[in-house]
């Protein structure tokens, strides 16, 4: 059908839509990859070169095709079922995900993202990048419009692609699993191909193009697993929320009943839930010593809540604790299923904005943000450790969780303990490793504060109660400190020039790779 028939005002707004619509379509696609990779390959600085690398290059050669073609082609049917396409290769992303990742894991992780990015983004970006130039192909129809009528299509795409971002950035990722947002993207792919055929062309056959969701609708869904050593997996819970998936999954076996919070598949802290104790070591050294550094304290901020071990160990030591984390479902987790309650408050915020905005003080301030993927680089530097330090009472002692190397590739670890140098008097090094059973890489517990060395007062031996797995190693070691040899290199960190997650990327492609080698793929998956 010549171009010059659909230029009725009802078919120039379906182009208008056209343009809005794929715009957006291209933003939901980009911003949701990283929810349907970040299992595998976690949300660092990596991952999302390759979302934006993946997605430009698509689009670009998407552009360069598109114009091509439509130079050749330029009747809109031949637009609208390139865009049918896309929908159904958009739909197939849940379907393929598993084989794609299981697939490109080996090529490592920097590598593996880029791959997967591109086999399971790259063919709809490329061919929504075909909307564009055949769009100005046929509205532009007089040259003497050309001008306006291109800049005018590649605005409302921008505005399309503006309100796609808001939209999952804000909506969509609350209201909606990752499987259902690729379902929506590609069923609006496709109605937005049906629906010329059906109104300009006639084509009502074209209607079976709308069946393709529910035949190619099979989402990933991972609810219980039996292991090879009898251990069953179940997963509890699970949400998507703005910061990352998450999961609550218990491991049963019949010496164990375990239960795990994980955020992208990254393990935030675990329970045994027959003694309500931590799982994890590090737990009881962030209890501990600040503690027996500061008996009796009755103020404690924690910032990172976790399943709330910390806090609520120093509340039933008569420390009122307020918790901060910036997502609120983390909390409302750690209540639901790890018996969390605080007698202080519970504020959804940002670490550091409630640090730069609040003037109470408190004898414990206890920082446990990093989450493997990304260095809380935010929170340490030098600007940030000094509004920290004024939240200290007379006496209080800071402290923060950190993985870290403390022997080869130590840069930025010496890096964080020069910087808290530079704002309190002491600063204290204690890994919850042995420097020579180990290869100096794991959970180091720093604990900083001002004025004379102070050694550990020990109180009431009752309250220091340890899971019984942990205890001959915490008891060994608890006081173990450690000092960066004369002369190892470091840098002041500061909000100016902070290069953490950069130099320390090594670091966390080896933590994503240790939860690849030992946690079930089906898990991370579903």
């Not at 028939?5 to 056209?18: A, D, E, P, R, V």
């Not at 055949?134 to 605005?155: P, W």
């Not at 120093?314 to 299923?337: N, S």
């Not at 940030?384 to 080869?408: C, D, H, T």
Request: one cysteine or more.
């Amino acid at each position: 059908m010549p171009v010059q028939q659909h230029q009725s005002k009802g078919f120039m707004f379906y182009i208008l839509l056209t343009a809005v619509l794929c715009g957006a379509l291209i933003m939901v696609i980009e911003v949701m990859g990283s929810r349907v990779i970040g299992p595998f390959f976690g949300v660092s600085l990596f991952v999302w070169t390759s979302l934006i690398t993946v997605a430009l290059v698509a689009l670009a050669l998407g552009y360069a095709v598109g114009g091509y073609f439509s130079d050749r082609f330029g009747e809109p049917k031949y637009l609208y079922i390139i865009i049918c396409i896309a929908g159904t290769l958009t739909l197939l992303v849940p379907v393929l995900q598993s084989p794609v990742l299981k697939l490109t894991v080996p090529m490592g992780l920097r590598g593996g993202a880029f791959a997967s990015t591109f086999v399971l983004f790259g063919p709809a970006l490329f061919l929504l990048g075909w909307v564009s130039p055949f769009l100005v192909k046929i509205a532009a129809y007089q040259m003497k419009n050309l001008g306006r009528v291109v800049g005018g299509l590649y605005a409302l795409s921008t505005i399309g692609s503006t309100i796609g971002t808001v939209l999952t950035g804000f909506v969509l990722v609350a209201f909606f699993g990752v499987d259902r947002i690729f379902l929506i993207t590609g069923m609006l792919l496709i109605t937005l191909s049906v629906g010329y055929f059906l109104f300009f062309e006639r084509r009502w056959w074209a209607a079976i193009a709308l069946l393709l969701p529910f035949a190619l609708y099979h989402p990933s869904v991972f609810e219980n697993k039996i292991l090879a050593d009898g251990t069953e997996l179940s997963k509890v819970y699970s949400s998507e929320s703005y910061y990352g998936s998450l999961k609550v999954v218990d491991s049963v076996s019949p010496e164990k009943h375990s239960r795990y919070m994980m955020i992208d598949s990254m393990v935030q802290g675990g329970m045994d839930m027959n003694n309500g104790l931590s799982i994890y070591m590090y737990n009881y050294y962030l209890q501990f010593i600040p503690y027996m550094l500061n008996p009796g304290g009755d103020q404690c901020l924690v910032i990172g809540l976790g399943i709330g071990m910390v806090p609520r160990w120093y509340e039933e030591q008569g420390a009122v604790c307020d918790v901060i984390d910036i997502d609120p479902d983390v909390i409302t987790i750690a209540q639901d299923y790890f018996n969390f309650k605080n007698k202080g408050e519970a504020i959804t915020e940002d670490g550091r904005y409630f640090i730069a905005t609040t003037e109470k003080q408190y004898d414990y301030l206890i920082l446990d943000v990093f989450n493997g993927d990304i260095t809380p680089s935010h929170l340490l530097s030098l600007e940030a450790l000094q509004m920290q330090q004024k939240r200290l009472a007379p006496g209080g002692v800071f402290a923060a969780n950190l993985i870290g190397s403390l022997v080869e590739n130590n840069f930025m670890t010496a890096s964080i303990i020069r910087t808290m140098e530079a704002v309190f008097d002491q600063v204290e090094i204690y890994p919850i490793f042995k420097i020579e059973e180990t290869s100096g890489i794991g959970n180091i517990i720093v604990v900083a504060y001002q004025g004379e060395p102070r050694k550990f007062q020990q109180t009431d031996r009752d309250i220091y109660t340890i899971h019984p797995f942990f205890e001959q190693k915490v008891k060994s070691n608890l006081g173990a400190r450690y000092y960066f040899p004369p002369g190892t290199k470091t840098m002041l960190l500061t909000d100016n020039y902070n290069p953490v997650d950069f130099y320390d990327h090594w670091l966390r492609e080896l933590i994503r790779q240790n939860i690849l080698d030992t946690i079930d793929w089906d898990l991370l998956i579903g």
